[in-house]
């Protein structure tokens, strides 16, 4: 009997301890009859968003200076571009909302082509010195874009096809 009743106890004492959160102290909280409680306004921090963020003269970093486009799309250019999108990008991108990186749709208004081109080719050297890439790895929850190990013709094919997104 004695066994049972010190088994009991033992339950007992260790249910007890559990159950506490270890803190002492009291916590009192009173609201006055007709008023509702105030809610914490959360902490905002400015936040530019670099994805909106416009800057057509930022050449950018890499191996691209100047980069002239054609008055018309390329269509032949452009569907090569889509398909090297399809098997490079995707993993990370959408053509037409955020994914892990941004949605490229509209980028040519916001973008120099030789930023574009440079971000593709150069992404590290990028995300490292110049200031819209640094923010939108920020913008990105700290998700650098991956070096693809595209060619200038490969790159230069994707920015076709994002010519072509509107």
């Known amino acids: 009997m004695k066994q049972y009743i010190y088994i009991f106890v033992l339950i007992c004492s260790s249910i007890f301890i559990s159950c506490g959160d270890g803190n002492t102290e009291k916590k009192s909280e009173s609201i006055k009859i007709g008023t509702t409680p105030k809610e914490e306004s959360p902490v905002t921090t400015q936040k530019s968003d670099a994805s909106s963020m416009i800057d ?70 990028m995300v490292e010195k110049d200031p819209i890439a640094k923010q939108l790895l920020i913008d990105n929850n700290g998700s650098p874009m991956a070096n693809q190990s595209l060619t200038e013709e490969e ?12």
């Open 155 to 166: 790159a230069r094919s994707i920015l076709e096809y994002f010519r072509t997104l509107k």
């Open 56 to 125: 057509l003269t930022n050449k950018g970093i890499g191996p691209i200076k100047s980069l002239t486009l054609g008055a018309t799309i390329d269509d032949a250019l452009a569907l090569k571009g889509q398909e090297n999108f399809k098997l490079k990008c995707t993993a990370c991108h959408k053509p037409d909302k955020k994914f892990i990186g941004p949605a490229p749709t509209g980028i040519l208004e916001r973008r120099s082509p030789e930023w574009i081109m440079n971000m593709i080719l150069n992404p590290q050297e």
